[in-house]
């Protein structure tokens, strides 16, 4: 089966992200490599959307950035993706948009079309252990 993926022409005007997607800038999307788990405190999967997790700096000049969650740091660097990422978004389209439309058959007529919204081609990297910082002045 074929699916439709669209990349927008880019225009004159910077394109916004959508809100939902962490972004460091307005026209960039960069990935964030953790190692471990993140938790976040909730008693229903809804309750952790939009929720304040940590404050994230970023030293462009050094690429350095540094998270801090809570009372622990975490240093890490900005390192280039080796293959870009592209993220994608389904084209609604009045289907089940929990089906991914992968019927062999249906090669003429695809039904869902897809909009890479945005490149990936760089990425934070977290790979030490955090640092406890009670005690330390803000």
């Given at each position: 089966?074929?699916?439709?993926?669209?990349?927008?022409?880019?225009?004159?005007?910077?394109?916004?992200?959508?809100?939902?997607?962490?972004?460091?800038?307005?026209?960039?999307?960069?990935?964030?490599?953790?190692?471990?788990?993140?938790?976040?405190?909730?008693?229903?999967?809804?309750?952790?959307?939009?929720?304040?997790?940590?404050?994230?700096?970023?030293?462009?000049?050094?690429?350095?950035?540094?998270?801090?969650?809570?009372?622990?740091?975490?240093?890490g660097?900005?390192?280039?993706?080796?293959?870009?990422?592209?993220v994608?978004?389904?084209?609604?389209?009045?289907?089940?948009?929990d089906?991914?439309?992968?019927?062999?058959?249906?090669?003429?007529?695809?039904?869902?079309?897809?909009?890479?919204?945005?490149?990936?081609?760089?990425?934070?990297?977290?790979?030490?252990?955090?640092?406890?910082?009670?005690?330390?002045?803000?």
């Open positions: 089966m074929i699916i439709p993926v669209n990349f927008p022409i880019p225009s004159t005007s910077t394109a916004k992200l959508p809100p939902a997607l962490a972004k460091i800038s307005h026209d960039e999307l960069v990935l964030i490599e953790l190692q471990g788990a993140l938790e976040v405190e909730c008693t229903s999967d809804g309750e952790r959307d939009g929720r304040l997790v940590g404050r994230l700096c970023i030293d462009e000049s050094a690429k350095k950035a540094t998270l801090t969650i809570g009372h622990h740091l975490l240093e660097k900005i390192a280039p993706l080796p293959k870009p990422l592209a994608l978004q389904r084209i609604a389209d009045g289907a089940d948009p089906a991914m439309d992968c019927d062999p058959d249906d090669v003429a007529t695809p039904t869902a079309s897809w909009d890479a919204i945005a490149i990936v081609k760089r990425k934070i990297v977290f790979s030490k252990r955090p640092m406890p910082i009670v005690g330390r002045p803000s």
